[in-house]
């Protein structure tokens, strides 16, 4: 099965700041979907096939990568953006990102 | 709208066989894929099982001996049984709709805790 990387695992960062989070594959795949998830919460839709936002999803947000390198990018941070993120490759079998954890100064 | 709505015991205890049901609704069990995904507390996510729209069913090889999922699409639910528990199988079980394997799961419920203790 294809393991996903994400780094770092957790990130404490500021409102107004730039985020960028990384997946690495450790094979090479087509593309790679994000989900947002809050404490206590079930995961949300964010970023499908490497670079498409899901619906409600503010357009700060972007997707990038091919091959076994993937990204999501903030710009301009604000509080609402706190919460972990996982990555999730679409070859079978379905595997998903440890998460990484954006936490607020 | 779109609703998925986990059920099931809360505690079981171990070798025993848990039983969940996922019920739908806002949309159709022949058109859409439903899986089971699993989260141990403070951990990630883990992709158990999937049912397609055609009744194709898929599951992680890791637990596939323990696995079955089925569905009732009169009663718009699907259904996993997984054997054997053990403590490690302690977690929060969601199910999610996609439309196939290539996309991504667009829909959640909103999970069942399940504790695995004597």
């Known amino acids: 099965e294809i393991v996903l990387t994400q780094s770092p695992t957790t990130m404490t960062t500021s409102p107004g700041e730039k985020v960028t989070i990384t997946c690495r594959a450790s094979?090479?795949?087509?593309?790679m979907h994000w989900y947002q998830q809050k404490a206590g919460a079930s995961p949300k839709p964010w970023i499908y096939?490497?670079?498409k936002l899901a619906s409600g999803v503010p357009d700060r947000f972007s997707g990038s990568g091919s091959g076994t390198s993937y990204s999501l990018t903030i710009n301009n941070m604000e509080a609402e953006d706190a919460a972990t993120y996982y990555c999730?490759?679409?070859?079978?079998?379905?595997?998903f990102g440890g998460g990484t954890k954006l936490e607020l100064k | 709208q779109v609703q998925l709505k986990e059920s099931g015991p809360g505690l079981v205890q171990p070798s025993r066989t848990l039983s969940l049901t996922c019920t739908v609704s806002?949309?159709?069990?022949?058109?859409?894929?439903v899986n089971w995904v699993r989260q141990p507390p403070g951990k990630g996510l883990e992709w158990i099982a999937a049912?397609?729209?055609?009744?194709?069913?898929d599951y992680n090889s890791t637990l596939k001996s323990r696995l079955s999922i089925s569905r009732d699409t009169s009663r718009s639910q699907v259904l996993l049984k997984m054997s054997s528990l053990q403590t490690e199988d302690t977690a929060m079980y969601f199910c999610?709709?996609?439309?196939?394997?290539?996309?991504?799961?667009?829909?959640w419920g909103q999970g069942v805790t399940v504790t695995v203790s004597s």
């Open positions: 999610a709709r996609s439309v196939s394997g290539y996309d991504h799961f667009d829909h």
């Open positions: 806002g949309f159709s069990l022949t058109s859409y894929g």
């Open positions: 049912i397609w729209s055609a009744g194709i069913t």
């Open positions: 094979t090479s795949v087509n593309n």
């Open positions: 096939e490497t670079s």
């Open positions: 999730q490759q679409w070859n079978f079998p379905w595997t």
